[in-house]
């Protein structure tokens, strides 16, 4: 034992203190860093010497660093952030079809009884010209009404399928970067060295960014490589190699499919084995709420509409004796997108039928025929329904849609804020903690120092005794 | 629990801006004053609005409606209002000439007050409001009537126009909004005009101002859907033709009502069975159809309510008898050839058979006295026409040599069925007016119904909401404040 080992005992003792006021201050800068796992040194013991009065402590080492990092609840908000990105994305792109659809902004509901009411006002005095202006404006006026709804919805529709391409890009990106990081970490070594907590970090995160689009499964071995498959056991990565998504169009619908691929250029769609995520929701949004839901809607809607008006109006005649003429412009699938009136009536209004019989151009029998659509139930989709209540069924379902998914978003935040508290709770930095860990560490350090300074006197005194 | 700070950052932006969206949210329902902005606050509320505001649109619709009836309503109370002074007028001169009083100069000024009286008549017959004639039926851009300079009036509206426009007054229920012609200047009984040359100075009489409905073997059979159904042959009136028809097709399947109007001598068949039905017009072995005015076009009658009705009147038959020497005469049936001789007052229809047939339509004329028929004196029977009984007054007058006041005396009575025929389409259009404005209140009571449940589930309970965001905003402060206050609580400020 000698006066040296207590200046080597300060020294460990200065240089563990000093690392752990780094580690602290790091922890500080980190505080707002999203993903940071706080880090503390773990403090032990250096080991002990014999001397003739027995094992004597040596000072303090620091065996390494204490990350704390829950793997079950990362895994758990990873999983959960698949339902929350799905329904957060559900609510953005509903609100965007409401705010489309909604009777406020479109006056679909007030187009359609307004043209109707057309016929009631020429009805009134069937051979007014102002009368059939009038009406002629309204039908163009529900025409134009329609079609920019179909154009803003099959726009949001197409602008859905280039967000396909945008997240499958994304997902690589994501994908390649998990797989470099995981080669990072197995080149350190272990998941649990200090070295690595950044990486760890930072893949957690990406990994939890990668959940939030598709549903995944992931484990990891031994070394700390992590493995990711899709739900129907696609692999995504597997420790250092990582397998990419493509997109390909489906001739029929012209829209993006999703397809794996196996890394010899083998395709596997996989479009309708994604049963979560953000990803899910935007497939969903374009295929099943828009194509086949109220862009189909609007479609039969103006289908009904084209198709009840022009059978009655063919079997009229206008003012100048003309029958068989139809109102709106005939066509066979696409009504939404081009309804609009007919060569004829936009050419002359005298065209429009309001008559039933060659002995009366002037009559308005065929008018009251066909404003009495007004109030008559047609099949629209195979439902008998009035238009109006047709419209209105169509803004009780985008308003139902959209509140329940504005409330599963809300429910699916709420979790995930209280696992966030929870991860938080086990990972997030405390300014409070790390200020009095601070203060920990500088009147350990200043002790250290102060004991050199007492070696040092010691050493003086011992120096002094031989002058 | 351990809590890090930048969860409670995390925490308080995520309860700041839930009650920053809600306090947009009332501020933006406050200034709209709307409870319900958009489908998702309340879908069903919403969807409920929709629907209610496009009942609200039907509702002004019909209002408009309304006042359009109302408006034509009110033009004709004073077309026919005029009328009667006219017609009052010419009773006037009639009574006049009748009394024989009349000089050559005041015969001649009766002839210029009857023109003019013809010529006010055809304007009010023209009468235009808007676009629309208001006597033309479902022709209704041209003139309907033409006055002619012998000062006949022609009714140039088609037949099957004849009637006037209809349109919804009510949810499915329409009225007629105009007066057809034919309703206000003619009447459907058979009237006897003599010719002002006739030397003929006594009365005539027909056995019924209605025609007759013979079914006989050549004209006995309505097809539906595709099955005959003969009708048992005999003589009918309008009513008892329609009451066989319906007991005919009730045999098949109840549920058939078949009527007749004698005012526009038209059939309707109603089908209040459960099953659509065809009327078969256009089968050539549906012999009674043009006895029954419909055309060869074969008519799906919907079930529950549906009906088709005759599409021409089957009452404008009108004869033309002239006196022939030897207590015999001669007729024609809608101005064609004339028929051989038939004895005068034979006891016998006016084709001289002795049953009522498809031709003679049961009409039988009978002479009070046969004094004084003449060779040459000329009779017809048609329907009643104001103008068609001025234009015999006129004539009458016009011609010294003429029948002179006898025309006045035996025929002031048909003054009076003018006269008849405005009192009756004064009280329609009276009763129409009432009716218009009993559905003028039902229908400004309904809107109000509709707005009220449309304000109830839409708008906004602005104290409510002031109260709310008064909550809101002291919420929102205690936030910010609490922040604050946690933010200095830390170990930093300590140690400052």
Known sequence: MSIASILNIAKSAMFAQQASIQISANNIANVNTKGYCRLDPDLREAPLIPTDYGLLGNGVEIAGLVRYFDKFLEATIAQRNTDLQEQKTAVAYFERIESILSEDSSNLATNVMEFFNGWHELSADPANLTRRSNLAAKGANLARTIRNLYAELSGLQRELDQQVQREVDEINRLTASIADLNGKIIALGSSSQSEASDYLNQRTELLKELSGKIKITSFEDENGGLTILTENGSALVDRTRSWKLQTQFNSDTGFRMIAWNDGTGNLSDITNKISSGRVKAILDMRDKYLGNGFIADLNNLAGTIITEVNNLHKEGYGLNGTDKVPFFQETTTDFARDMDLSMQIKEDVRYIAAALSSDDYSGNDNALRIASLIDTDVVIDGQNTRFSTFISTIMNNIGGLTKAAQQLSEHEESSMKIMEQQRESRSGVSIDEELAKLMKYQYAYQAAARLISVADEMFQTMLGVGR | MRIADRFKYDLFMYQFNNVKTSLDRIQEQMAKQKRVLRPSDDPVAYAISVDLRAESVIYDQLERN??????????????????KDLLAEAKSVAINHAAGSMDDALRKNAVKQVESIIEQLVALGNTVVGDTYVFGGKKSNSAPFRLNPDYSVDFIVPEGAEQGNDIFIDRGNKAQYT???????????KTIYESPNNKYRGEMILNTTDLAYVVDGTNNTIYRNGS???????????????????????????????????STRRFTFANNTTNNITLDWSNPGSTAGQMLGFSAVDATVLANGGWDKSDVDTGTTSFQVEILDNGYYQYSVNGGAMSGPVAINGGTFIDGSTEANAINRGIRITFITTEGLTEGDSFEIKDYSIFEMLKNLRDTLSDPLSNNANWSRTNIAKIDEGLNIIRRNTAYVGTNLQTMDRLTEANNARQNRTAKIISDTMDADLAQLATEYSNLSTIYQSL???FTKIQELGLLNFLK
């Open chain 2, 66 to 83: 309304i006042l359009r009836v109302t408006t034509f309503g009110k033009v004709y109370d004073t077309v026919f209002g005029t009328m």
């Open chain 2, 179 to 189: 007066i057809s012609g034919r309703d206000a200047f003619y009447n459907r009984s």
């Open chain 2, 228 to 262: 005959a159904i003969t009708l048992t042959q005999g003589t009918y009136t309008g009513a008892t033709l329609a009451s066989e028809i319906q007991t005919r097709l009730n045999e098949l399947e109840t549920g058939h009502a078949v009527t007749y109007d004698a």
């Open chain 2, 480 to 482: 910010m404040y609490s």
